[in-house]
């Protein structure tokens, strides 16, 4: 049949009547759309089958309500088994099929008891490119080509790739992902050397949409410079009494590139040094680096790095700016006296740990039962922690007998910066009983402190009915381990003590396979009781692609926020950090985090990250960034965006689209 003739293959029909006191409810169908000739309707054909009796309540409706015009009802037909057919025809002016998506034919005897089919328009693909990172192009032999299909409706689409018109081998396409609106999204890659892409020849994503016709999107390699500043450490800053500012840039010839630096908006040559590009692997990074002092990066200006290839190219630009760091309180703890300690000593020491604090000025002083101490105090030099922050442990040595005695020895601590004073006191108190052994148990270090501190912490978590005087220690591979401990006191929650441990060591140690063991002991412990923990085998490692796809006109111009979408694919193992920054600003809100999801046939991982933002955000030109960081690689990948540059330049995209609506055959 043609165009839309099945709006005249019903005809008046032949009526038979045929009672029955059994009610038999139809299935209901809804036919594709259809273009009327005078391309100002739509036609839509409902078909209500195998029902009885013959009077039968039959309506449309949209999302917004039933509809009440437009429909033509075609007399019911008697079949061979008794039963009866009807159609119901439905015409949609345009303007109202542009307005709606989904379309409702209900059919039944009783309004609780109607069987209902949805039809859903037809909507066209959106596809947006997505090509290798320099980082990928300069480190790697082989990379990826992605095409993100997004927002087609019904799911039926077919998917090729070409090169300078050839179809190509190897596509992988994932299983499409519906929306909450009845769309879907997918994204179609194409593996390849990294070598055929910078030969700049031209790919071409395909995407076939049965209801909607042909899209496809041209890709082209076209090099760009990445310029990336990383910011003077905390531990150059208190010890060196420095400030060194590193830019980054990556291209394919380094030996090209011209660094200049500005700050507060004037150049500077004084303290600028280029390094002779180094090479690990095919990795060709470039570096300038600039040093200033502790007093000029404090006091906020801006610092920029421009790097250009050549007098005729237009340079890239990285800026930053030192954030003030805000006065952290300090943690204080107040060690007891090892039990081995009072047993077989004349002496015995307290020990108050204080961490945590910024800036690193604190006064301590001890009491016993309220009277100051000044003899037999000492201290240990103030150490500057991985997270920028400071600890100190200062002492009180004093006889047993006079721990013994039953006074009450207090530290106190005060850190002005942050206006704070605490006091912890500790009194020798023999442990009655011990009907239970404790609970022990061990967890590993976040991935995020992993790659943004180059610290893991392993925390022990104990929990007993009462664990006054209970002592929680480190070994590493069987060795005692003081260093980097941090331990709460007993808490109580839940009607039980809580005692929290962590073990914080560099990254690298953990990432070595050394094993952790928490031991907790005890004088109501016959034996101490101990946990251990390594890094986990996770097998060939495999370097994250990350893409940053922008928000979509519709979103931007209909809807209350503006979505940008991070999407990081074929790394392994799991573990893996992705954060967002809007300008220099790392954001805290409006994120959220998709699981990872694993593709068994070839074991890479994939996640997806969003930020929601307002639409004023995105207009105003903010730049907004995803940060990536993986155990595969050594230093975060960053993909930015803002609304001037959303459009992907490493690309010339050509997008084809045929009529919405094609005839029915």
């Known amino acids: 049949m043609e165009q839309c003739d099945y709006l005249y293959y019903w005809g008046a029909g032949t009526s038979l009547t045929v009672t029955s006191d059994i009610k038999t409810l139809p299935s209901v169908h809804i036919t594709s759309s259809c273009n009327t000739e005078s391309g100002q309707e739509i036609s839509i054909l409902c078909l209500v089958k195998d029902y009885q009796p013959q009077i039968i309540s039959q309506t449309w409706s949209t999302s917004s309500g039933d509809i009440t015009t437009g429909i033509t009802k075609y007399p019911p037909v008697l079949g061979q088994n008794n039963k009866y057919t009807m159609s119901s025809l439905l015409r949609v002016p345009a303007a109202?099929?542009?307005?709606?998506?989904?379309?409702?034919?209900?059919?039944?005897?009783?309004?609780?008891?109607?069987?209902?089919?949805?039809?859903?328009?037809?909507?066209?693909?959106?596809?947006?490119?997505?090509?290798?990172?320099?980082?990928?192009?300069?480190?790697?032999?082989?990379?990826?080509?992605?095409?993100?299909?997004?927002?087609?409706?019904?799911?039926?689409?077919?998917?090729?790739?070409?090169?300078?018109?050839?179809n190509q081998a190897g596509v992988v396409v994932l299983p499409s992902t519906p929306r909450t609106n009845g769309r879907f999204d997918t994204v179609a890659y194409l593996p390849l050397r990294v070598e055929e892409w910078i030969n700049k020849q031209e790919y071409t994503c395909e995407v076939t949409h049965v209801p909607s016709g042909i899209s496809r999107i041209k890709m082209r390699y076209q090099e760009v410079l990445s310029?990336?500043?990383?910011?003077?450490?905390?531990?150059?800053?208190?010890?060196?009494?420095?400030?060194?500012?590193?830019?980054?840039?990556?291209?394919?010839?380094?030996s090209q590139v011209h660094f200049t630096w500005k700050v507060g908006g004037k150049e500077r040559s004084e303290g600028v040094v280029t390094r002779t590009p180094s090479h690990e692997g095919t990795r060709n990074p470039v570096i300038s680096e600039l040093r200033t002092s502790v007093e000029e990066w404090t006091s906020g200006v801006e610092f920029v790095c421009f790097a250009q290839r050549s007098s005729s190219s237009?340079?890239?630009?990285?800026?930053?700016?030192?954030?003030?760091?805000?006065?952290?309180?300090?943690?204080?703890?107040?060690?007891?006296?090892?039990?081995e300690e009072t047993k077989r000593s004349h002496k015995v020491t307290l020990e108050c740990v204080v961490s945590g604090f910024y800036p690193d000025l604190i006064n301590v002083t001890w009491s016993k039962d309220g009277a100051l101490i000044s003899n037999n105090t000492s201290a240990a030099p103030t150490a500057l922690e991985q997270g920028g922050t400071f600890s100190a442990s200062h002492f009180l040595t004093m006889s047993t007998e006079d721990w013994k005695s039953g006074s009450r020895f207090n530290c106190t601590v005060h850190h002005r910066a942050s206006n704070t004073i605490i006091t912890k006191d500790a009194k020798n108190i023999q442990d009655e009983c011990s009907d239970t052994r404790p609970s022990v148990t061990l967890s590993k270090p976040s991935f995020?402190?992993?790659?943004?501190?180059?610290?893991?912490?392993?925390?022990?978590?104990?929990?007993?009915?009462?664990?006054?005087?209970?002592?929680?220690?480190?070994?590493?591979?069987?060795?005692?381990?003081?260093?980097?401990?941090?331990?709460?006191?007993?808490?109580?929650?839940?009607?039980?003590?809580?005692?929290t441990s962590g073990l914080t060591v560099p990254a690298a140690e953990w990432d070595s396979g050394a094993l952790y063991t928490c031991v907790v002991e005890d004088k109501s412990l016959p034996t101490p009781e101990s946990r251990s923990l390594e890094k986990p085998t996770d097998g060939v490692e495999s370097?994250?692609?990350?893409?940053?796809?922008?928000?979509?006109?519709?979103?931007?111009?209909?809807?209350?926020?503006?979505?940008?979408?991070?999407?990081?694919?074929?790394?392994?193992?799991?573990?893996?950090?992705?954060?967002?920054?809007?300008?220099?600003?790392?954001?805290?809100?409006?994120?959220?985090?998709?699981?990872?999801?694993?593709?068994?046939?070839?074991?890479?991982?994939?996640?997806?990250?969003?930020?929601?933002?307002?639409?004023?955000?995105?207009?105003s030109g903010t730049t907004f960034s995803c940060v990536v960081g993986h155990g595969s690689i050594t230093t975060s990948l960053f993909r930015s965006i803002n609304k001037?540059?959303?459009?992907?330049?490493?690309?010339?995209?050509?997008?084809?689209?045929?009529?919405?609506?094609?005839?029915c055959v």
């Not at 954030?323 to 039990?339: F, S, Y």
């Open 543 to 619: 370097r994250p692609q990350v893409y940053l796809l922008p928000p979509s006109l519709d979103e931007v111009e209909t809807d209350e926020t503006a979505t940008l979408t991070c999407l990081v694919t074929r790394f392994s193992p799991e573990d893996i950090y992705v954060a967002w920054m809007a300008n220099d600003t790392l954001l805290k809100t409006g994120i959220v985090n998709q699981p990872v999801t694993k593709d068994t046939r070839n074991g890479w991982n994939t996640m997806t990250s969003q930020l929601k933002v307002s639409p004023e955000e995105w207009n």
């Open 314 to 339: 237009s340079p890239m630009s990285a800026r930053t700016n030192y954030n003030k760091v805000e006065p952290k309180k300090p943690a204080v703890r107040l060690l007891l006296p090892a039990q």
């Open 448 to 499: 995020e402190e992993i790659w943004i501190n180059k610290t893991a912490t392993i925390l022990c978590k104990v929990v007993h009915s009462d664990l006054e005087g209970f002592r929680v220690t480190w070994q590493v591979n069987g060795m005692k381990r003081e260093d980097g401990v941090t331990t709460r006191g007993a808490e109580r929650i839940g009607g039980a003590d809580t005692i």
């Open 96 to 166: 109202d099929w542009n307005r709606n998506t989904v379309y409702y034919c209900k059919a039944g005897y009783k309004p609780d008891n109607m069987v209902i089919t949805t039809f859903q328009k037809p909507q066209a693909p959106q596809l947006i490119p997505l090509v290798p990172s320099p980082e990928v192009l300069h480190n790697q032999t082989t990379a990826v080509l992605g095409c993100m299909i997004s927002g087609f409706s019904p799911d039926n689409i077919t998917v090729s790739w070409k090169k300078a018109g050839v």
């Open 644 to 663: 001037s540059h959303s459009k992907p330049t490493l690309v010339n995209v050509s997008l084809v689209l045929t009529d919405s609506f094609k005839s």
């Open 227 to 254: 310029v990336f500043i990383l910011t003077p450490g905390m531990k150059e800053i208190w010890i060196n009494k420095t400030a060194t500012l590193v830019c980054s840039v990556f291209c394919s010839d380094p």
